[in-house]
């Protein structure tokens, strides 16, 4: 390896020479540049020069350092050097921030996080069931709408319930899935009005009972068995979330994610059933949720591929907005028997604080990883999403949604993908700002407008025309 000194890269002359190496700026910049080169060449020579068999400093390299590179010079040099690297690196380090993350490194950390400590079955054991509220049935007609109810096994020792409806006029053709995901205290039954206007624009429209909701706790012998399930999971002793065993997972799995994450694994088992439905054509599938179903359904499909098109409802929001702009009351308002237990428990009054301890510990990654401006971008991967909201809710405050697709849609465009598959529809009937925390209940709604909305966008990706009679 051959050794640097002034000579042999340009810059050195003696003094006989008589003229200067800084003619002009250009060179004087460039002089200074390989002039560092040189100290550190001979530096380094001096240290490890026996290891990489350099060959001594010449001699006339000293006097070059002497009389053409004095202290001050060096020190000028290194700094030129050392501003550079910095320029170039916070260059690189804004590029990044532009692009937001991966959203494809979400996807991946989202499923490993919900394939955690879960028992799995081999398949999803589909068992009719007759609803309690059909006397009995679990299979009927209405009309020209055909019902089915029936429950498939999610984990070792819990069932998810199902309600299927399709229209008679699409009998003799496969159709394409459409999740309902209703919202808290809600169930499917509670949704058959918009899952009959579903079923009749030509899709098999799935309600979904939510873990701890609906069917699933139909037999009285809990009555409040969300709220519990929530408090237990904030109880749960920390050491409780790392790796469980396979027979510790079955009993602990249902107070291991009760917010949200439960839920997006159950609905994801659902799609592996609807997959073996011989009525079921799932090379495209839909979603609609209504408050919680809203806010579950951009974490499935950034979770799982399969979902095309999806419509989240009064759900998407901002979690760490909502902190970081003390706007988190309404939302906090819809789960108040869980953090009427945080505020107990930490024996001080609710504030940013405490909220922030119960995402952390109930929903991990929800204040960043997967909060909704990266969630919304993983989501974009595969589907098309419609994000339809009341700017009343103060549940979803609008600057926080607005935020949050802002970001998804500059991190699609970062990462090479199309920013027009996430779109934004507002309803101002109530307001066209959020209402205050305690007037939730005029903000938070469906209005028919913004159901028609999510019948459109799902109707153009999912349904084809009926056959003729």
């Known amino acids: 390896m051959a050794g640097l000194d002034a000579r042999s890269i340009g810059v050195g002359r003696s003094a006989a020479d008589g003229a200067s190496v800084f003619a002009t700026p250009t060179r004087a910049a460039r002089s200074t540049s390989r002039i560092a080169v040189a100290i550190f060449q001979e530096r380094i020579g001096d240290r490890i020069g026996g290891d990489l068999e350099l060959p001594p400093p010449r001699a006339d390299s000293e006097t070059f350092r002497r009389h053409m590179a004095p202290p001050p010079l060096r020190r000028l040099a290194v700094a030129t050097i050392a501003a550079g690297g910095l320029a170039a690196a916070a260059y690189f380090l804004r590029r990044r921030l532009r692009r937001g993350a991966d959203p494809r490194a979400t996807r991946e950390s989202l499923r490993a996080l919900l394939a955690k400590n879960r028992a799995p079955v081999a398949s999803p054991n589909p068992r009719s069931r007759p609803a309690s509220w059909m006397e009995g049935s679990s299979v009927w007609e209405d009309g020209e709408l055909l019902y089915e109810s029936l429950s498939i096994e999610v984990e070792a020792g819990e069932r998810c319930t199902l309600l299927l409806c399709r229209s008679s006029a699409f ?6 899935p459409c999740l309902v995901l209703h919202g808290t205290g809600g169930s499917a039954h509670r949704e058959e009005r918009r899952i009959r206007k579903l079923a009749a624009l030509g899709v098999l429209a799935v309600g979904v009972d939510l873990r701890h909701h609906g069917e699933r706790v139909a037999d009285g012998t809990d009555p409040n068995p969300y709220w519990r399930a929530l408090k237990a999971a904030w109880r749960r002793p920390a050491a409780e979330g790392a790796e469980l065993s396979h027979h510790t997972a079955a009993a602990a799995a249902a107070h291991l994610y009760p917010f949200l994450y439960d839920s997006v694994y159950d609905c994801s088992r659902v799609l592996d059933y609807l997959e073996t439905r011989a ?9 609609f949720g209504n408050s919680l179903g809203g806010m579950i359904i951009p974490l499935l499909a950034a979770a799982d591929a399969r979902l095309t098109a999806c419509a989240p409802c009064i759900g ?23 953090f009427d237990a945080v505020a107990d428990d930490r024996g001080a009054p609710l504030d940013g604080a405490a909220v922030r301890a119960a995402w952390e510990k109930l929903v ?3 204040l960043d990883t997967y909060d909704a401006p990266r969630s919304l971008a993983a989501a974009c991967l595969d589907a098309d999403v ?4 009341s700017a009343a809710d103060p549940r979803c405050p609008r600057p926080g949604v607005e935020a949050a697709v802002d970001a998804a849609r500059a991190a699609l465009r970062g990462w090479g ?5 996430l779109g934004l529809h507002w309803d101002e009937s109530v307001a066209a700002a959020p209402l205050p925390a305690a007037e939730w209940k005029a903000g938070h709604v469906i209005t028919d407008a913004m159901f028609e909305q999510v019948e459109r966008f799902l109707s153009d990706r999912l349904t084809e025309p009926a056959p003729d009679p």
């Open 171 to 176: 009998d003799r053709r496969k159709l394409h």
């Open 279 to 287: 009525d079921a054509d799932c090379s495209r599938v839909g979603a």
């Open 316 to 338: 998407v929001q901002g979690f760490a907005y909502a902190l970081d702009h003390e706007c988190w009351h309404a939302r906090v308002g819809s789960l108040q028997p869980l």
């Open 364 to 366: 991990p990654g929800l």
């Open 386 to 389: 419609l994000v339809v909201n």
């Open 417 to 421: 993908a199309d920013e027009r598959r």
